[in-house]
């Protein structure tokens, strides 16, 4: 029995060896939540592609954790406000529609289509489907502050620390998918 004790005992050691660093995983989330993938995927990803080297039973809160890490360990100077993902998202929209106007002008039913779910997306993302909808939610009117310039990320750490902070960042994400 003290045999078997100590392979279990080896094999934990030798898989905590191999461990990526909090460092490495928050780079996974970070670039995942940068190519616009959801908790679930990249914990899919994880999962799928690292599951020996990752803390027993991680699991979707901890790739939040992991982002909300990384977010904190970024410079202040280098966070982008919801104005400007809202305008790196525009300029996204402008290069896929360029991309394919001549075909829409020539009548490709295809283009056209796609046109048009660039055009949604995009009408979605300004909220001009819905301009008079009112959302009483604390952290949507953060956002939409952050979003006008009236108070920016520093203030949000300053006022109510940085757990609010990433609060707000997730209620971004989700008002610009």
Same mark, same amino acid.
């Given at each position: 029995? #003290? ?23 928050? *780079?996974?989330? $970070? ?16 999962? #799928? ?25 970024? !410079? ?10 809202? !305008? ?12 394919? $106007? ?32 009112? !959302?009483?939610? $604390?952290?949507? #009117?953060?956002?939409?502050?952050? !979003? ?5 990320? *520093? ?10 902070? #990433? ?11």
């Amino acid at each position: 029995m #003290t045999f078997r004790k100590d392979l279990d005992k080896i094999e934990e050691e030798r898989r905590s060896l191999l461990l990526l660093t909090n460092e490495e995983r928050n *780079a996974i989330v $970070w670039a995942g939540r940068l190519r616009g993938k959801s908790f679930e995927e990249i914990h899919y990803f994880l999962i #799928t592609n690292y599951s020996s080297q990752l803390p027993k039973d991680y699991s979707l809160k901890d790739v939040q954790k992991d982002l909300s890490s990384a977010l904190n360990k970024l !410079q202040p100077a280098y966070l982008e406000t919801a104005a400007e993902l809202v !305008q790196i998202e525009a300029h996204r929209f402008d290069v896929m529609l360029n991309s394919i $106007w001549d075909k829409v002008t020539s009548g490709d039913v295809k283009a056209v289509d796609a046109a048009l779910s660039i055009s949604r997306e995009r009408r979605k993302m300004l909220g001009l489907d819905e301009p008079d909808k009112i !959302q009483v939610d $604390w952290k949507v #009117t953060l956002a939409q502050l952050i !979003q006008s310039g009236d108070i920016t990320p *520093a203030d949000i750490v300053r006022d109510f620390g940085e757990e609010v902070l #990433t609060e707000v960042n997730y209620k971004l994400l989700e008002l610009n998918k």
